[in-house]
């Protein structure tokens, strides 16, 4: 047996966030990181707290530096037919499954773990407090947000590059002109409203 490969797995802290659970269109994120102890990575914070031109270069930097990470999606159909929390808590236990290397325990932010094989702990407000999960938080978002161009590209009626999706004055008026299109989530209130 290598005992140099033992004692580097035993630990792994594995953070894990989600974004988009909000928004009236899309599929929910999440990613799960373990971070790489020899190399740091300056600047982690909430994904929230960062400019887009600051998670743009935290995100290339953590898939360049963490030891793995994994990004996975709940569909918006997903969402509709389980509802917003099953299809996150869906998400990140995809994310952590999906993970090269196992953890030896997993951070959530938030007061709510998925169903996991390996123990777990939610930790509120963990994306300001633990690095992995500021990670994780930094990767779904950016994520969710190029998702979101793509969306515009399809639709652009509805302006998902400007608002992700989020239920601002101008996208429900324009739910209200267009209808609701293919990806927005059909269980979600001003998107019912369209619907009936």
């Known amino acids: 047996m290598d005992l140099l490969c033992s004692p580097l797995t035993a630990g792994l802290l594995a953070g894990v966030d989600e974004a988009g659970r ?5 599929p929910v994120v999440a990613a799960a990181v373990i971070l790489d102890d020899l190399q740091p990575i300056a600047g982690l914070a909430d994904s929230k707290k960062l400019t887009a031109r600051q998670r743009e270069r935290l995100y290339d930097e953590i898939r360049a530096k ?4 994994c990004i996975a999606e709940a569909s918006t159909q997903e969402i509709d037919d389980i509802n917003i929390l099953q299809a996150t808590m869906l998400a990140m236990r995809r994310a952590v499954e999906g993970l090269r290397l196992k953890p030896a325990m997993v951070q959530v ?6 169903l996991l094989t390996v123990p777990a ?8 407090k633990v690095q992995a999960i500021s990670a994780a938080s930094i ?12 969306l515009h590209e399809r ?3 509805y302006g998902f590059d400007v608002h992700k999706g989020y239920p601002t004055a101008a ?3 324009a739910l209200k002109r267009h209808g609701a299109s293919p990806v927005h989530r059909r269980t979600f ?7 009936t």
Not at 22 to 26: H, M
Not at 66 to 69: D, E, G, H, R
Not at 122 to 128: R, W
Not at 139 to 147: E, P
């Open 155 to 157: 639709y652009p009626e």
């Open 139 to 150: 990767l779904a978002k950016v994520h969710r947000d190029r998702l979101c161009q793509q």
């Open 109 to 114: 932010d938030g007061n709510r773990i998925p």
């Open 171 to 173: 996208h429900v008026a």
């Open 189 to 195: 209130g001003p998107v019912k409203l369209v619907l």
């Open 66 to 69: 963490a030891l793995c990470f």
């Open 22 to 26: 909000g928004p009236l269109a899309g």
């Open 121 to 128: 702990e939610a930790i509120v407000k963990g994306d300001a």
